[in-house]
């Protein structure tokens, strides 16, 4: 499976952004499709993710200002009232399952800036 992502860019704060993210390939079985993000001098975290056939988890932070959705094989994360604390770079990833084990792919993240 390989992941291609889009949608990053500078934004001010209060701002909109819309990430997406097309997985190619093997994609039968992918069941998970989301996005994590790293800050600098943090740890990566997750954002979203959607679970077929489509419920959406979010971070707290995020919640009530992104949203997921996906369709068929793009996955999408609608940013609306940016904060300078959103500022990281985002990668989107898919799970697949194979038998008893699941997948993890990553696409190569996209840099998100929000400036204050």
């Known amino acids: 499976v390989q992941l291609q992502a889009s949608g990053g860019g500078l934004v001010n704060s209060g701002g909109s952004l819309r990430l997406s993210c097309t997985a190619s390939?093997?994609?039968?079985?992918?069941?998970?499709m989301g996005w994590y993000r790293q800050a600098p001098g943090k740890q990566r975290e997750m954002v979203a993710r959607i679970i077929s056939p489509g419920s959406a988890e979010y971070e707290d932070s995020v919640k009530g200002r992104f949203t997921i959705s996906r369709d068929r094989d793009t996955v999408n994360l609608q940013m609306n009232s940016l904060k300078p604390e959103d500022t990281a770079v985002y990668y989107c990833?898919?799970?697949?399952?194979?038998?008893?084990?699941?997948?993890?792919?990553w696409g190569q993240g996209t840099l998100v800036t929000v400036s204050s």
């Open positions: 390939g093997s994609t039968f079985s992918i069941n998970v």
């Open positions: 990833f898919a799970d697949r399952s194979r038998g008893w084990r699941v997948d993890t792919h």
